[in-house]
């Protein structure tokens, strides 16, 4: 099995009652092309969630090329491949990155966790249903590119966060990304993330630029959630290993994280799980409060 299967195959692994647990909201941050700051703003955007009183857990959703760990300056003590390799649990490798919010890290190097067998898919929804942490949002950082890993998570996930800044290759990468999740697995809800924007009123143009070309082209619905500004503060952040709203809350990035993150907490909360990885994501959680 491929990753493209991993959505259908999670939905088929999860049996019996979901549980009378709220359903996680689960999001997908994607960018399409690599260097659009993608992985800093699922990791900021993860803090300042967990700020609002969510609890959270961020997914490296980069199963084979993992930078999680190190965009924070976090010393894993395991990652999944030990896990698979039966040494570890997913609790052991749970790095608690701010109050409220936990990393799972994935692995680096391990090329063979992007080939997973449907054997091992199973084995690792067993492995969340061992999770004793309690969750109500997962943030996955998908890789980069638009690979069947990239495009399962995305539409395994309630919602899916487009993250694109104004350069060429990035609005055409992010097109695409879209048109994929759009015409080959009927995704049609996105959330536009303008990064690196020079002030609010040019991330607004940049919306609308892919607006223009989208909605021309496919039936889709496009919103705008907001912008990062080019804050060399958190470029500092980023050479420090520590998240902006960590090392710099008061700087215009962080209060643009901040932003987005009160923006999704006032999304409606789920009333069931869609399907895919909610259904096995609500099934930990019900798991997890009832071993309590």
Known sequence: MVASDLALDVTENVSGNPGSCQPVQVMAVTGGKGGVGKSSIAVNLSIELGRTGRNVLLLDGDLGMANIDVLCGLKPTGTLAEVFSG???????????????????????????????AAEYGGLIQYFSELRAPIDTMVIDTPAGISSQVTSFCRAAREVLVVVCDEPTSITDAYAMIKVLRTEYQVKRFNVIVNRARSSQHGVELFEKIVRVAEKNMEVMLSYLGCIPDDPQLKQGVWEQSPVVVSYPRSRASLAFQKLAKKIDGWPEPTQPIGHLEFFVERLVSYGTSAR
Not at 91 to 113: C, E, F, K, Q, Y
């Open 87 to 117: 040494a570890l649990r997913l609790d052991d490798i749970l790095i608690r990155l701010d109050d409220n919010v936990s990393v799972l890290p994935a692995a680096s190097g391990a090329a063979a966790m992007t080939g997973m067998t």
